[in-house]
C-alpha cells in the first residue's frame, strides 16, 4: 500500500533523523516534510514505532502516516511537477529489514 508520512518539526536535528528513516525505508521525498513510497503494513509499523520513539526527543513535533490505495493515487489532481506515477514505485534507499 502507498503511504504518506507527512511532518511539522521545528528542530532541524529531528527534522533530518525522520527524513532519514523516511529515506531508508525506501520512501521518497515530494516535498520538503512529506515522503511517499509502497510499504507493507509491517513495514509502516515499523517505521512508526522509529519515528514515535525519535520524536520524544520534541514535545511539539508532529507525524502523520497516512495509507492511500492504489486508485485514489491514480484518481489524484496534480498541479506541478510531483513525483511520476512510475516512480512511487521505485526505491533509491535501501529498505529496512
Same mark, same amino acid.
Given at each position: 500500500m502507498l503511504y504518506w508520512v507527512i511532518y511539522d518539526i521545528s528542530a532541524d536535528? &529531528? +527534522? &533530518?533523523?525522520?527524513a532519514n528513516l523516511c529515506k531508508n525505508y525506501? &520512501? +521518497? +521525498?515530494?516535498?520538503?516534510s512529506a515522503f511517499l513510497? *509502497?510499504?507493507?503494513?509491517?513495514?509502516? @509499523?515499523m517505521l512508526y514505532l522509529e519515528c514515535n520513539e525519535t520524536r520524544? @526527543? *520534541? @514535545?511539539?513535533a508532529c507525524i502523520y502516516f497516512i495509507p492511500q490505495c492504489?486508485?485514489?493515487?491514480?484518481?489524484k489532481i496534480q498541479l506541478g511537477? &510531483?513525483?511520476p506515477n512510475e516512480e512511487v514505485r521505485k526505491q533509491p534507499y535501501a529498505v529496512v529489514g
Open positions: 536535528d &529531528l +527534522r &533530518l533523523k525522520i525506501g &520512501l +521518497r +521525498r515530494v516535498q520538503k513510497g *509502497e510499504l507493507s503494513v509491517n513495514k509502516a @509499523e520524544k @526527543e *520534541e @514535545e511539539g492504489e486508485t485514489c493515487y491514480q484518481n511537477n &510531483l513525483i
